[in-house]
């Protein structure tokens, strides 16, 4: 089965500062999707970004980067110019195929200080 | 843009009763997939449909079943109900071959 490890419960950022959070899974499979979700307080879960495991080149999205690792099962968001409005708990997630459910980490709480 | 729509946002019911959620996906999406969320959890898949076939199944206990309607839409059935299913469900939808899924705002379920 497939799993996703997220090592950091907690992070915290200076505003206007940049922060990585970390993910890590675990497949045997060689075609699959990656994802980060955010959470904020209002629970909706947003997505912030997404990576095909077959495209070499990392996801960006305007503040939002990714380093995707294949052969290391890496799949980092970068966040940079922190803003206070994305202080959220942050899921990476997995997907095996396009029709399959996710498989979700354990979440990332990020703070960001004023 | 239209959203995936969740109905009721918030329920609460005493153990033992019989919950209904509902779910309304976007408009043309066909698959349709019900999370937990568990409080400091992380979602958990329950169950999948497509074009009104069960398509996958997670942790979902036997005390729940799920069906998805001629018009896409998904019910989440929930009997004799625990205390430790109080959570927040999750609704999402895509259109097969699409690989994103576009979440609903959840349902906040309290069983007391």
């Known amino acids: 089965a497939q799993t996703v490890t997220q090592s950091q419960p907690e992070m915290s950022v200076q505003e206007a500062e940049t922060v990585t959070l970390s993910c890590t899974y675990d497949?045997?499979?060689?075609?699959?999707?990656l994802f980060w979700y955010k959470q904020p307080p209002s629970r909706q879960m947003i997505l912030v970004i997404r990576q095909e495991a077959y495209k070499q080149q990392n996801a960006t999205e305007n503040r939002f980067s990714v380093n995707f690792q294949k052969a290391a099962k890496s799949f980092s968001l970068k966040i940079s110019d922190s803003q206070l409005g994305d202080a959220a708990m942050y899921f990476c997630?997995?997907?095996?195929?396009?029709?399959?459910?996710?498989?979700f980490g354990p979440g990332t709480r990020l703070s960001v200080l004023p | 843009a239209a959203g995936v729509i969740q109905s009721p946002r918030h329920l609460i019911k005493e153990k033992r009763e019989t919950a209904t959620l509902k779910c309304y996906p976007i408009?043309?999406?066909?698959?349709v997939y019900w999370y937990q969320q568990g409080p400091g959890q992380d979602p958990q898949f329950l169950i999948s449909f497509y074009e009104k076939m069960q398509s996958d199944k997670g942790s979902i206990p036997d005390r729940f079943s799920a069906q998805q309607f001629s018009d896409y839409h998904s019910e989440l059935n929930m009997s004799s109900l625990e205390l430790g299913d109080s959570a927040l469900y999750f609704c999402a939808s895509s259109l097969d071959g699409d690989y994103e899924q576009y979440f609903g705002p959840g349902t906040r379920l309290t069983v007391t």
């Open positions: 997630a997995y997907r095996r195929t396009r029709s399959q459910n996710f498989v």
């Open positions: 497949t045997s499979e060689s075609d699959y999707y």
């Open positions: 408009p043309r999406h066909d698959t």
